[in-house]
């Protein structure tokens, strides 16, 4: 089992340097899915090299579509697919694959997937999208494991979606589904996402007719099967990846600057690091921070996770990192999924102080020393944030289960080495 073998920094600000943000990994996931809708190829530019793009790539190509893949570009050609079955192995495993049953629904009538997998980062119900689809007239039926969709004769029909929490796949995979039904689908309490827009921009630009995205009311009117006319889409930067670097340089930089951001799309982030102490300076696609190492720098704050334009659910656990370095108490309230705190235990074991007072919120008492660990990713998000603790310790650090972490961070060990960070990749 190979691992990340990291020497801290024992608390001093020594990296600095250059990351480049890439593609975001929750729009280009999007916009594989979308290719579904398209009579053309879809082009991509800035395509994020990343664990769980590729599977949904795979996906794409076992169900008989068309992929290639180079420097950061994809080509998707779903226009051949010969199947209506999502891959169960893969989709199984990936939660972002349910996204495919929209445009799936809406071009061929029929779809049949498993329960989508992903990480065990809580509940997370399919309700929404089996109640959705029977909104549209869909009938939907569940025969052992896998869930049978079948839309009405003459294909999915318009309706009103409102949804009882908002939901950024619900928001995309109706969006989508949506652009080839019958009649006018209005989506409410729908989620406003950077990502969202980005999808539906890129399916106007294809022909479909897409109102208020990035509001909390979208107005879909389905047309025919759209065109790319040899378009070239290029995937906005990855607001996730480079909020986590951003933490990063606010614990351990001299000076780091993230280039390739829109730095709009972070301003929840950028306002917290801000108020508590950190030094922030923006450009128009650069961010540069520097970490603050005078004694009682950093304050403590609490923070409540919620969607876009909140603070992000996907920050919430390097920020508890960050947290565990400023001077006092912090709250951390995490409102969308309530098994996403569970990783506190073993920063406790690596010497933070943090109380679980329930599944939804710790109490982070700082500044307290923290020591190299052997630990074990357990989702996505918490794995990039044992690797910050771990750069931030004092002696050395071993983090297994990396596939995890590459399941959203292109080329980890290689980037951080850039700036300074004593990482390896071992087996």
Same mark, same amino acid.
């Given at each position: 089992m190979s691992y990340l073998s990291i020497k801290g920094l024992s608390g001093k600000a020594t990296i600095g340097g250059t990351v480049k943000i890439v593609g975001a990994k929750n729009a280009a996931l999007k916009a594989i899915a979308a290719?579904? =809708?398209?009579?053309s190829p879809l082009l991509l530019d800035n395509v994020p090299d990343i664990e769980d793009v590729s599977r949904m790539l795979e996906i794409i190509? $076992?169900?008989?579509?068309? &992929?290639s893949v180079a420097s950061h570009k +994809? $080509? !998707?050609d779903a226009s051949t697919l010969s199947s209506t079955t999502l891959t169960p192995e893969i989709s199984k495993r990936l939660r972002s694959s349910i996204v495919l049953t929209g445009p799936m629904l809406a071009r061929h009538g029929l779809v049949r997937f498993p329960h989508p997998g992903g990480c065990v980062i809580g509940e997370r119900p399919i309700d929404l999208f089996v109640e959705g689809f029977i909104k549209m007239g869909a009938k939907v039926k569940k025969v052992g494991k896998f869930y049978h969709v079948a839309a009405p004769k003459g294909g999915l029909r318009g309706g009103e979606l409102f949804f009882r929490t908002q939901s950024v796949t619900g928001t995309e995979t109706f969006m989508m589904a +949506? /652009? =080839?039904?019958? @009649? &006018?689908?209005? !989506?409410?309490?729908? +989620?406003? %996402?950077? %990502?969202?827009v980005? =999808?539906?921009d890129l399916l106007n630009a294809s022909g479909a007719k897409i109102a208020g995205a990035g509001t909390p009311t979208v107005t879909i009117t389905g047309v025919q099967l759209l065109d790319a006319k040899k378009k070239v889409f290029t995937v906005i930067p990855d607001r996730i990846e480079a909020g986590s670097f951003l933490i990063l340089g606010a614990l351990a930089a001299k000076k780091l600057t /993230? $280039?390739? /951001? !829109?730095? %709009?799309? =972070? %301003?929840s982030l950028t306002e917290l690091l801000t108020y508590t102490g950190t030094k922030i300076s923006t450009t128009k696609n650069s961010i540069t921070v520097s970490a603050n190492k005078k004694k009682g720098g950093l304050c403590a704050v609490n923070i409540r996770t919620h969607e876009y334009p909140g603070f992000p659910t996907d920050l919430q656990a390097p920020m508890v990192v960050y947290l565990t370095q400023a001077e006092g108490e912090s709250l951390m309230f995490e409102t969308i999924f309530e098994g996403r705190l569970n990783f506190t235990e073993s920063l406790n074991r690596m010497g933070a102080n943090i109380s679980m007072m329930d599944p939804h919120r710790v109490i982070i008492r700082g500044s307290t020393t923290i020591k190299g660990s052997h630990l074990e990713s357990p989702d996505l998000r918490a794995g990039l944030a044992f690797v910050i603790a +771990?750069?931030?310790a004092k002696g050395e650090s071993k983090i297994y289960n990396v596939y995890n972490i590459d399941r959203g961070y292109e080329r980890i060990e290689e980037r951080l080495r850039s !700036? @300074? &960070?004593c990482i390896e990749r071992k087996e």
């Open positions: 290719s579904i =809708l398209f009579r190509r $076992t169900m008989g579509g068309s &992929v +994809a $080509t !998707i +949506a /652009v =080839l039904s019958r @009649g &006018v689908t209005t !989506i409410k309490n729908a +989620a406003m %996402e950077p %990502e969202i980005w =999808l539906a /993230v $280039t390739n /951001v !829109i730095p %709009e799309h =972070l %301003e +771990a750069i931030i !700036i @300074g &960070v």
